[in-house]
């Protein structure tokens, strides 16, 4: 999978970034009257990452469920660039190394203000110049953020990701899977219990739809190596953003 537009070629780096241990330009802003902000606790990024908005806090929990995603971090650097001839800065607000070792710039904006000229046309200008430099620059709206059940199935499934898991679960699983279709109410009838089984989805040992809800007959299967290659969100790219 790729996030790259048809109407720039990005190229993607040789060897893998180490996002993680990078720090963020600037400090999250503090809260204030109006306003919540706050940390996702993230197990692929191996700590907390800082969310402004609501949508942002959306966007870490599909960031840390998406297979193609490999790292990902908040506020990655200033990014100098030109638009109607006058230079300007801009900070993304995330940034992503996906699986295939392209490096992905994200801004997180509510799609009325997207659909501003203005602003398209500045985003327009940044994803140019991003493109330049190797970097894939994209957009995620509300649209993009609430697809199905994906907010809820995550805010479910999360608590349980850094839990311990029994050394032979794994191999267990694949043996149930291998013989027969499996759904969670099959799994609760062997007499597994939630914590296990949100446990293994939060962790990767199993699959289901994050888009649908989580339910008895949730079908579940095992992660395979070729799953890591299908991201669960899309993107909005230049010179259009639709």
């Known amino acids: 999978m790729s996030l790259k537009t048809d109407i720039y070629t990005v190229k993607t780096h040789k060897e893998k970034i180490n996002i993680v241990n990078k720090k963020r330009v600037r400090q999250p802003v503090t809260p204030s009257k109006g306003r919540v902000v706050g940390y996702f606790p993230s197990v692929k990024s191996n700590k907390p990452v800082a969310w402004e908005s609501q949508m942002e806090l959306k966007a870490c929990r599909i960031f840390e469920y998406c297979p193609t995603v490999h790292s990902y971090r908040e ?119 939630l914590k296990t089984i949100y446990s293994s989805i939060a962790q990767g040992f199993l699959k289901i739809d994050l888009n649908k809800k989580i339910s008895r007959k949730t079908s579940v299967l095992i992660n395979k190596e070729t799953d890591h290659e299908n991201s669960i969100f899309s993107c909005r790219f230049a010179p259009d953003f639709k």
């Open 75 to 193: 506020q990655p650097e200033i990014v100098h660039y030109k638009f109607n001839g006058v230079g300007r800065k801009y900070i993304p607000d995330f940034e992503l190394m996906l699986i295939n070792n392209e490096q992905v710039f994200i801004e997180i904006k509510p799609k009325r203000v997207l659909d501003k000229s203005e602003e398209k046309g500045r985003f327009v200008a940044i994803s140019k110049h991003l493109n330049e430099k190797g970097i894939a620059f994209a957009v995620m709206t509300e649209e993009e953020l609430n697809t199905g059940d994906i907010q809820d199935n995550i805010k479910l499934i999360h608590p349980y990701a850094a839990q311990d898991m029994n050394v032979g679960i794994e191999k267990y699983f694949k043996e149930l899977c291998s013989k027969n279709e499996m759904t969670i109410g099959d799994f609760i009838e062997l007499g597994l219990t």
